[in-house]
């Protein structure tokens, strides 16, 4: 019935969706899809910044932009290698604790309970804060002198001897991770509570009645069922979490501590900051398809097991 | 869950406990700090401040232009905000109502482009600013219309997304009805879907505002200094002797104001359209 009605919908108006469509896809063209065309054809470039005004007077390079990127033997090659583990470390740290905290955030306040509106309200805040607000905050609370984290962790709790430093050098790692999770975790609590919405009582009443407990009905039941959006919620964390530039550029500043060098920070540190865009643009394409890569094997995985389930 | 044990109670309150405190400790911080004169926050940590006083507040606004910046901040993510909910209406109406050749391909091609990390096209997307300007006298680099150009294609695919689950939801009776009596497409859009999508509608705007608010990578390369938004403004409290951490903690809690109380006050829609869209 529906399927014959839309037929009747269709054949006089069929440039009608296109022209509802157009507004989004001329704007994706010209923000995201011609930049991305341009950026390839500059990772082709000899481009430094005295071809700003035009770039396209560049000389061609080739492939020398590349090979100067992949070519870990030496210093570009070898830091850009190095900021590429440091991301995938940070991202599986910060998407598993993220994931983590937030699905325990989302079972537990399934149920309703006294206080339970209030305390939903405090778990967005950090997903609400504008991120350089956040994050300067905790930049601040990072300070080895004047620092929460110091304070707390050296005078109430003595549980350092000496203060240590927490934006430079390695604990920045940590630094960071603490930061990204902070501001993650709420997205995935409010995700996987909506989730949760979805699963109807009854599942829960016939499974007390056949005498399982509230820890099984959690296993077999709660868990279980979110399986569906924790496909699409890790994919989505991942991607901004690896992609991420806000929380590392404004703890750190323009250059990142070594051991918590992100890909996009390194990347923007040698566009802009050493003037090196042709090699910039190289390394981008390669991060570019690093996630496609990575993303089309995880739908492809996540497709095939939906189908045999 | 039916009747749950005490060890579930017990484990709920102390995990929802220690996540409240994670949650809220930088907010306290900024509270804390915003209070304090220069001296105390340039000494070792104190909870609770040892003098309150309320001058950073007033210094905020001297030590960096922060009203041209809280306005440029306003007119970009509002105009972002307004722009992006138009675009993604219509388009979801498309992708939600019709079956046509190439639906998959365009909503396969805009949700992709969430995956560009925006360190790819912020110089491309900046040297081509330059050069409309240079060659038409537009000038894109350095307005706020060309950020917020920039920032509605942010927060558009996702929107398109969640706005194509939230229209699905609604019958198609509803339109269908409109389209028998007589009612154009776009009629039965304005009339019938939209004010059905109220919700879905809001969780959009408010997850637009809350991107083109918080942005900082583009709004660092694409402003001048008449320009400056919020998110690179923050930085001016930092000179080369000294950083003013009190004005600092101040100015923080006054630009979280204003998102922040959107937010909690839309966030109910926000799950819904969650539930409807992102869901599915």
């Avoid at chain 1, 905050?137 to 962790?153: A, K, P, Y």
Wanted: a positive charge; hydrophobic letters at 55%.
């Amino acid at each position: 019935m529906i399927r014959t009605r839309l037929a009747r919908l269709r054949p006089p108006r069929t440039a009608l969706p296109y022209l509802l469509l157009l507004p989004a896809l001329l704007l994706e063209l010209a923000v995201h899809l011609l930049p991305m065309v341009v950026g390839a054809v500059m990772s082709l470039k000899r481009l430094t910044q005295f071809f700003i005004r035009d770039w396209s007077a560049a000389p061609w390079a080739g492939l020398a932009n590349y090979r100067t990127a992949v070519d870990f033997h030496a210093p570009v090659g070898r830091a850009l290698l190095h900021s590429f583990w440091v991301t995938c470390a940070f991202t599986v740290l910060a998407v598993g604790l993220s994931w983590l905290i937030g699905t325990a955030a989302a079972v537990l306040t399934q149920d309703s309970f006294r206080g339970r509106g209030l305390l939903r309200a405090l778990f967005l805040l950090p997903y609400a804060l504008p991120v350089y607000a956040a994050v300067i905050t905790w930049s601040f609370m990072f300070q080895r002198d004047t620092g929460l984290i110091n304070h707390v962790l050296h005078d109430q709790l003595h549980l350092v001897d000496d203060k240590p430093f927490w934006l430079i050098g390695d604990n920045s790692f940590t630094a960071l991770v603490t930061v990204s999770v902070w501001r993650s975790w709420p997205f995935a609590f409010l995700t996987l509570t909506a989730g949760l919405q979805n699963i109807p009582r009854e599942l829960y009443e016939a499974a007390a009645l056949d005498g399982a407990g509230t820890w099984q009905q959690i296993r077999r039941i709660t868990l279980p069922s979110l399986r569906p959006v924790n496909l699409v919620l890790v994919l989505v964390l991942f991607l901004w979490t690896f992609n991420d530039f806000n929380t590392p550029y404004v703890l750190f500043g323009r250059s990142a501590p070594e051991a918590a060098d992100l890909v996009s920070v390194h990347i923007y540190q040698s566009s802009f900051v050493t003037w090196n865009f042709g090699a910039g643009s190289a390394m981008s394409v390669l991060l570019l398809l690093f996630l496609l890569l990575v993303t089309s094997g995880y739908l492809l995985l996540t497709s095939r097991r939906k189908d045999a389930a | 869950m039916i009747n749950p044990p005490a060890s579930f109670r017990w484990t709920r309150r102390i995990v929802l406990g220690a996540l409240a405190v994670f949650a809220l400790v930088p907010v306290l911080v900024m509270l804390s700090s915003s209070l304090k004169p220069l001296r105390d926050v340039q000494g070792p940590f104190r909870w609770i401040p040892s003098t309150v006083t309320l001058r950073p507040y007033l210094d905020i606004w001297r030590t960096v232009p922060l009203g041209r910046y809280l306005v440029n901040s306003l007119i970009v993510a509002g105009g972002a905000t307004v722009c992006s909910v138009l675009v993604a209406i219509l388009a979801a109406y498309a992708v939600s109502r019709y079956r046509f050749r190439g639906r998959r391909f365009f909503t396969v091609t805009v949700l992709s482009t969430q995956m560009f990390p925006g360190i790819l096209f912020l110089l491309p997307l900046f040297l081509i600013f330059v050069n409309v300007g240079n060659a038409t006298g537009v000038a894109l680099y350095g307005s706020r219309g060309g950020l917020i150009l920039t920032y509605l294609t942010f927060s558009l695919p996702f929107s398109i997304w969640m706005l194509v689950g939230y229209f699905d939801s609604i019958p198609r009776d509803l339109d269908e009805a409109a389209l028998v009596d007589g009612c154009g497409p776009l009629q039965a859009l304005v009339r019938i879907i939209v004010p059905a999508a109220v919700p879905g509608i809001v969780a959009v705007a408010v997850y637009a505002f809350m991107t083109a608010w918080g942005e900082v990578l583009f709004a660092s390369v694409l402003t001048d200094d008449e320009t400056r938004t919020l998110a690179v403004g923050l930085q001016g409290y930092a000179t080369l002797n000294d950083v003013y951490w009190n004005q600092v903690m101040a100015a923080s809690l006054v630009v979280s104001v204003p998102v922040v109380a959107g937010f909690l006050l839309l966030q109910r829609y926000l799950v819904a359209g969650l539930t409807a869209g992102a869901v599915k």
